[in-house]
């Protein structure tokens, strides 16, 4: 094993190809050389305001479609985040360690905090020091993420560089970004500047993880396209036809110039057929699987209780150690 990897992933609606192609594909393959810890963050989801009902619901759903997508439980730790109280109790202790100017730079929270910044609740603004304990609970090494967290860890490695410097200890292991792939930011298909995202209101916008196969070759007939002929990869001057081919490279594991070749002198719609095909047969197996897996919640609920014991098993014992390097008297 080359190291201990940490992720999460927030269960605030469906998982999209975006969430698949820049962060889960990855975390499948790296269940071979590294230890695994995935995490279904439900505390950090309450950031924003969240039915109740749904977000039981989107935990499991998100569980399920980890396992479909290629998580195996049995050789990883797959579990939801408020199971495990170190989360909250390691995040209260680094809310010490964190200067407010290094939160006050975050650009997540300038993003969803919009104009009502002072309305936004505490949560959202500390939502970071969250992320940073969930990594340093497991003394993770490595955390794969898409583009967009690259700024939460490095406040991480940040935040464990400070904990150690204040009480004079080599106790936290700065963990190193891992921004793989070349689809780590898989943009809308109704905008090719907006980032793919769960909270797009137009459902147009992403393709679902549950989109049955005519929904996804429907939404790829309607991206957003633009009145050049031939497909080229031009991010500032085509951004629509830009994102589509990354997303097409992406989803047939070929390098992007390569596709880039291939449709060179495709016409737009031609091109959206081969890659509503390539989608269809990339995600039909994995929407079929979550089916099969969401029949059985008791099932689901489970493997992520098991998966609790094993994460607390490994994080208990590192808060005990930092409340003792703090000064915590402990019963
Ligand atoms: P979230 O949906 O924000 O909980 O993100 C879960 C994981 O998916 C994180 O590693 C994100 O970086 C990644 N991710 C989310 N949206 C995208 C996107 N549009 N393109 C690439 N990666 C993404
Ligand atoms: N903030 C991440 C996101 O929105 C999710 C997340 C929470 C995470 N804790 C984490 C990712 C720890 C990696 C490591 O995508």
Redesign the pocket.
Known sequence: MSGRIF????P?GA?????Y????RHWVHLQQDYEAIYCV?DQ?AITLPQDPNELRGAIREVAAALIACGIDPDRSILFNQSTVPAHAQLAWVLMCQTPIGWLNRMTQFKEKAGKQRDNASAGLYTYPVLMSADILAYNATHV??????KQHLELARDTAGAFNRQFGVEFFVLPEPMILGE??????LRDGTK????SDTSDYS?INLTDDADTIAQKIRKAKSDPIEGMSYDVAGRPEASNLLTIYAALADLPRSQVEAEFASANFSAFKGRLADLCVEKLSPITTEMRRLLADPAEIDRILDRGAEKADAIAGPILRQVYDIVGFRQA
């Open positions: 992720s999460g992933v927030q605030t998982l999209h190809l975006g969430n192609l820049g962060a889960i963050v950090h794969p993420v898409g583009e967009d967290q689809a780590t930011r898989v943009m809308s980032k793919m995202s769960k992403r």
